[in-house]
């Protein structure tokens, strides 16, 4: 995360291993790496319903391209399993 662009960590609500926590926030950990890229730029892009992730968006949008590649290369390394 980089808190003065008002980016918070990603381990801040999806786990210190993207490992997810509760049903509000998803696990990212080995998923693919495309996959969270897509999900990322749809935020980005409004091209996600609106509804319990929508605090996501206003993340999203302060990504770089380089920070969602990074995200994504790093969260889709982790084992999808504990």
């Known amino acids: ?3 003065a662009d008002g980016i918070p960590a990603c381990a ?9 926590v ?3 926030f998803p696990p990212l950990a ?6 969270i890229e897509e999900q990322l730029a749809a935020w ?3 091209g996600r319903p609106e509804g319990p ?3 996501m968006r206003g993340v999203a949008a302060r990504l ?9 290369a790093y969260y889709s390394g982790f084992s999808a399993t504990p």
């Open 22 to 24: 509760g049903d509000s």
């Open 44 to 46: 980005q892009n409004a």
């Open 1 to 3: 995360g980089r808190w």
């Open 64 to 72: 770089k391209p380089a920070d969602v590649k990074a995200v994504a």
């Open 12 to 20: 801040s609500c999806h786990g210190p291993a993207g490992q997810g």
């Open 30 to 35: 080995g998923l693919p790496q495309a996959y």
């Open 53 to 55: 992730m929508d605090l």
